[in-house]
């Protein structure tokens, strides 16, 4: 085989180079740039107001003495923890139900799926407001039928829980994605089994779990990088709850009631970075969370490899 | 060697260089001789909505009648965070006007806002007919970036039915009177619950910040040298031991319930206008919402007690602050626009009446129509008053605050069960926090 002569060769790199630069120009500017910016402010005292001044590790050092990061990683680690499975099992145990729907299969994941359309901000006002103790519909029926109902928003305990709860109920993304996992699996695999003797549990454990594995890893990776991330939510229903939605000065005050039992940790790096000026520091709390996330996500990653019998 | 190495690097360094590059630069300002004439166009960005900006939009037509050769663009609904983003950016607006005193000490400690006392010294205008209180919290380390656009006052509400059906004369003037009446006024539930609270101490309810109720016990939150005061002050252990006893005198779990099932601060369901609460911390602000969403209520307005007698008839002092961006376009007519805002004061006396917050021009204080509304005028007395006083700015903002806060919602939790150890880890946490701003 020749070698084609330089000409050509330049000419068909150009037209690579040409048919690749939009996505190339995009990934710079929109993901290398930032990043970059992100990796250099980390070690600078930066307030978006004047110069940058280096600073080294100083930025990272302050987090091993930060009550607000230690608050809001546990916060966000609870999240991850209770979440991010809950969510998971939640989905696969709702496109199951849906499955096995004779009539009207339709209507139902459209019911089940609408409440994903709601805007997070406008969801979490009404959940607010619904469960609101004193005022709200749902603890005034639980009163009816004999229950003093928690303090949902209002308590520390209850709070996280409550954040759950309205996560569950916008399940319809996930609950679409393992419908179509669940509905992919060969009937055949479970006709066999079923000649077999295996019952609804063992079908479930032993077929339906290893088919749609790839879909609950992906959940689990979306999920962790999504509850790491949990911004709206925690912001949006800690003010309200506290009754000073509406306030326009100060920006952590509000955030985390009650108690800072909702003060996750984008909250917190919000706060630095807007409220306090300190965009250096914001940027490291940011390096961390990208570490944090993307180390999660190769954990899974190699696990649910490992598990699978795949080389890791 | 891996030969992508060489590229990726490249890339690096590149990206690095303009991270470098497109960080801000400082410039410097020179302003003109006094006497030159000011023309052209003027960009004013303003937090203010709806009837709020209506008033900007009236005062701003007032000043531009007066000063055909400049034009005003004016953008409301602009807060805090776009501010900073657009002078960051290099496109500031020529004035900016916050809510929040909080941005002080960083927009006068980097430069962000320029230093107005050029102007001020060659336009000669005299800084002492503002108010003492608003003169501190618009300068910053000796450096006077901002101007004080009307003031907030903090006083207390209470309910006149509930006092007298509770057999209290008048507004209490202690701290030690305000307990005993809030126990007189608080009702309980068959079962124990609270159906009425006298007064509701938790810090993180409404306006309860430790900020404004620091005047009563007249706490101070830094000392000399920049370094927090909480630990060291007593008169903070004073506030947060009286506070404690009577949450502990509720019960904090029951608090907490009741305080769950209000309303929100800023709605017609304001626990104060709907009755459940006897006594409240508010600022003159109120006084429109009660006009406005509670027209049956009979209440009064009195300054907040306070622990040492002598100290009574101040509170807590904040408000707007108004400053130029370091990159504004036309300085000059934005220096023109600010003076007219803040020290004319015929336009203060017309902002104050329309926006029903605090005037700050001496002339403004002592108009007869703003004083003519008794509530408004126990107000303006409290700003005037010499207890009176203000959280200072810091270049990390309110960061100080948020933390003590943090210690003292714990501690009214009952999570703190030492509390001068407390106070002593509040102090170095406060310390660290405060240096993220240089």
Redesign the interface.
């Known amino acids: 085989m020749t070698a084609k002569p330089l000409g050509v060769r330049v000419r068909q790199n150009a037209t690579t180079l040409s048919f690749l630069a939009p996505a190339l120009i995009g990934i710079?500017v929109f993901f290398?740039?930032p990043l970059?910016?992100a990796v250099?402010?980390s070690f600078t005292?930066?307030?978006?107001?004047?110069?940058?001044k280096w600073v080294g590790l100083d930025n990272y050092k302050?987090m091993a003495?930060?009550?607000?990061l230690l608050?809001s990683v546990r916060n966000t680690l609870w999240m991850v923890v209770v979440f991010v499975p809950v969510r998971i099992v939640a989905a696969i145990g709702l496109s199951m139900l849906l499955t096995q729907l004779k009539r009207g299969a339709g209507f139902f994941r459209t019911i089940f799926y609408l409440p994903a359309l709601v805007p997070p901000v406008a969801a979490t006002i009404a959940f607010v407001y619904l469960l609101?103790?004193?005022?709200g519909p749902v603890n005034h029926f639980l009163e009816k039928i004999g229950i003093d109902g928690p303090?949902w928003f209002?308590?520390p305990a209850w709070a996280k829980p409550s954040l759950v709860l309205l996560g569950l109920w916008a399940i319809g993304d996930l609950m679409i994605i393992f419908l179509a996992g669940v509905l992919g699996v060969p009937e055949s695999l479970y006709e066999a089994a079923e000649l077999d003797g295996a019952n609804a549990w063992h079908r479930f454990w032993s077929i339906t779990v290893p088919t749609i594995r790839p879909v609950i890893l992906f959940a689990a990776v979306t999920g962790v990088i999504y509850t790491l991330q949990y911004f709206d939510q925690a912001a949006v229903a800690g003010s309200?709850?506290?009754?000073?939605?509406?306030?326009?000065?100060?920006?952590?005050?509000?955030f985390g009631?009650?108690?800072?039992s909702t003060f996750t940790y984008p909250l917190w790096l919000y706060?630095?970075g807007?409220?306090?000026?300190?965009l250096g520091?914001a940027n490291a709390l940011a390096m961390a969370l990208f570490v944090v996330a993307l180390g999660i996500t190769v954990i899974l990653l190699r696990r649910a490899k490992a598990f699978s019998g795949e080389e890791s | 060697m891996n030969k992508r190495m060489p590229h990726a690097l490249f890339?690096?360094v590149t990206?690095?260089l303009?991270?470098?590059a497109c960080?801000?630069?400082?410039k410097e300002n020179k302003i003109a001789d006094p006497g030159t004439a000011v023309s052209g166009t003027v960009e004013l960005w303003h937090?203010f909505t709806e009837r709020e900006a209506d008033a900007i939009d009236s005062v701003v037509k007032d000043f531009q009648a007066g000063h055909p050769n400049i034009k005003v663009t004016v953008k409301s609904g602009q807060?805090d965070?776009k501010v900073?983003?657009a002078?960051?950016a290099g496109n500031g607006p020529d004035i900016g006007l916050s809510?929040?005193t909080?941005i002080v000490g960083?927009?006068c400690a980097?430069?962000?806002w320029v230093d107005l006392t050029q102007y001020i010294n060659r336009d000669k205008v005299d800084l002492n007919q503002l108010n003492a209180t608003t003169r501190s919290y618009t300068e910053y380390d000796g450096k006077r970036c901002a101007m004080p656009f009307l003031a907030d006052a903090y006083g207390m509400f209470y309910n006149k039915d509930l006092f007298a059906k509770a057999g209290i004369d008048g507004p209490p003037k202690t701290l030690d009177e305000l307990a005993e009446d809030a126990k007189k006024l608080t009702v309980r539930n068959p079962d124990g619950s609270l159906k009425t609270v006298g007064f509701l101490p938790l810090y993180?309810?409404?306006e309860n910040?430790a900020s404004h109720l620091a005047p009563t016990v007249g706490a101070k939150w830094l000392t000399d040298d920049g370094k927090s005061a909480v630990g060291t002050d007593p008169a903070w252990k004073t506030l947060i031991t009286w506070q404690k006893s009577l949450v502990d005198w509720y019960g904090y779990d029951k608090l907490?319930?009741f305080?769950?099932?209000?309303?929100?601060?800023?709605?017609a369901d304001n626990a104060f206008q709907k009755g459940q609460v006897a006594i409240n911390i508010d600022a003159e602000f109120r006084l429109a919402f009660l006009k406005d969403q509670a027209t049956n209520l009979k209440y009064g307005v009195a300054p907040i007690p306070t622990a040492d007698p002598a100290r009574y008839g101040g509170g807590y002092v904040t408000g707007n602050i108004v400053g130029i961006s370091?990159n504004a376009k036309n300085p000059e007519a934005a220096w023109e626009l600010i003076k007219y805002l803040t020290t004319d004061d015929a336009a203060v006396i017309k902002l104050s009446g329309l926006l029903k917050n605090i005037p700050t021009t001496t002339k403004a204080i002592a108009d007869p129509t703003l004083n003519s509304d008794a509530d408004f005028k126990t107000f303006i007395d409290i700003f005037t008053n010499p207890n009176s006083s203000t959280s200072p700015p810091s270049s990390?903002?309110?960061?100080y605050?948020?933390?003590f806060?943090?210690f003292l919602?714990?501690f009214q939790?009952g999570k703190v069960k030492d509390i001068d150890a407390g106070l002593a880890q509040a102090d170095k946490?406060i310390n660290?926090?405060m240096t993220?701003?240089?």
């Open positions: 710079a290398l740039y970059v910016s250099y402010f005292k930066f307030d978006l107001l004047s110069v940058p302050r003495d930060d009550p607000f608050q609101k103790p004193g005022t303090l209002n308590s309200i709850a506290s009754g000073q939605a509406t306030v326009g000065g100060g920006i952590a005050s509000n009631y009650p108690e800072g706060t630095v807007f409220g306090y000026h300190a520091y | 890339a690096l990206a690095g303009l991270v470098t960080t801000p630069a400082t937090f807060d965070s900073t983003q002078i960051g809510y929040s909080d960083k927009f980097s430069g962000a993180d309810f409404y910040s907490t319930k305080r769950a099932g209000l309303g929100d601060e800023f709605s370091k990390s903002g309110p960061a605050q948020d933390t806060a943090k919602t714990d939790a946490q660290s926090v993220l701003g240089g």
